[in-house]
C-alpha cells in the first residue's frame, strides 16, 4: 500500500473557513451523539442513522450556518 502526505497552507481566509466548518462539524458531531445518548438513557430507543441524516437534511435548511457545510447525505439515506 501507498501513501502521499501532503502539507497545505492555506492563506488567513481559507484558514477561517476551515475552522469554521471544523467548529461546525464538531457541533453537530456532539449533537446527533447527545441525541442518541438521551434517547437510549430515556426510552431505549437506538436511533438510526439515517434517521440522524434526515434531521440534518432539516437542520441545514433551517439554519444558514449548517448550509455552508458540506454533507454527502442531503439527498438520499443509505
Same mark, same amino acid.
Given at each position: 500500500?501507498k501513501?502521499? $502526505?501532503y502539507? *497545505?497552507?492555506?492563506?488567513?481566509k481559507q484558514?477561517?473557513l476551515l475552522q469554521?466548518? *471544523? @467548529?461546525?462539524c464538531r457541533? *453537530?458531531?456532539?449533537?446527533? &451523539?447527545?441525541e442518541?445518548?438521551?434517547?437510549?438513557?430515556?426510552? =431505549?430507543?437506538s436511533? $438510526?442513522r439515517?434517521?440522524?441524516?434526515?434531521? *440534518?437534511?432539516? &437542520? $441545514? =435548511?433551517?439554519t444558514?450556518?449548517?448550509a @455552508?457545510?458540506?454533507?454527502?447525505h442531503t439527498?438520499?439515506?443509505k
Open positions: 500500500k501513501s502521499f $502526505k502539507r *497545505l497552507f492555506p492563506n488567513k484558514q477561517r469554521k466548518q *471544523l @467548529d461546525t457541533w *453537530l458531531y456532539n449533537h446527533f &451523539l447527545k442518541r445518548k438521551n434517547f437510549w438513557e430515556n426510552d =431505549k430507543i436511533i $438510526k439515517s434517521q440522524q441524516y434526515k434531521s *440534518l437534511v432539516i &437542520l $441545514k =435548511k433551517e444558514l450556518f449548517f @455552508d457545510i458540506y454533507s454527502t439527498k438520499s439515506c
